[in-house]
Nanobody, 120 residues
Framework: QVQLVESGGGLVQPGGSLRLSCAAS????????MGWYRQAPGKQRELVAT???????MYADSVKGRFTISRDNAKNTVYLQMNSLKSEDTAVYYC??????????????WGQGTLVTVSS
C-alpha cells in the first residue's frame, strides 16, 4: 500500500509564503507524476501544478510566477513553494502521486489534504 503524508499548510497574510510537502511511502517501485491540486469552498478541485518523472512542469495560469513545484526523488517527496499568496489561493491543497508498486502494478494515490488560508 502507498501512503501520502502532507504538511505545511496554515494561515498566512496576503503577500506571504508557505511551503507544502508531500511524502510518499510504502511498497513503491517507481513514481511517475507528482502534483498538487486544490479545492476552495463551493468550487471544484483544480490542478495547481504537476511534475513528471522526466522533469516536465505544468502550472495553472493563476499561479504561474508565484508557485514553484519541485520533487526529491530520493525521498519520494514533492514540494510546492507558494509566494505572493492571495486570498483567492485559500483552499484545501491535495497532492496526488502516480507510479508503480512493487509486484502490484500501477497506483494513483491522493493525500489527505492540507488547509491553506490567506487572510489578514
Amino acid at each position: 500500500q502507498v501512503q501520502l503524508v502532507e504538511s505545511g499548510g496554515g494561515l498566512v497574510q496576503p503577500g506571504g509564503s508557505l511551503r507544502l510537502s508531500c511524502a510518499a511511502s510504502g511498497s513503491i517501485s517507481s513514481i511517475y507524476d507528482m502534483g498538487w491540486y486544490r479545492q476552495a469552498p463551493g468550487k471544484q478541485r483544480e490542478l495547481v501544478a504537476t511534475t513528471t518523472s522526466g522533469g516536465n512542469l505544468m502550472y495553472a495560469d493563476s499561479v504561474k510566477g508565484r508557485f514553484t513545484i519541485s520533487r526529491d526523488n530520493a525521498k519520494n517527496t514533492v514540494y510546492l513553494q507558494m509566494n505572493s499568496l492571495k486570498s483567492e489561493d485559500t483552499a484545501v491543497y491535495y497532492c496526488k502521486v502516480t507510479g508503480v508498486r512493487v509486484m502490484m502494478g500501477y497506483f494513483e494515490v491522493w493525500g489527505q489534504g492540507t488547509l491553506v488560508t490567506v487572510s489578514s
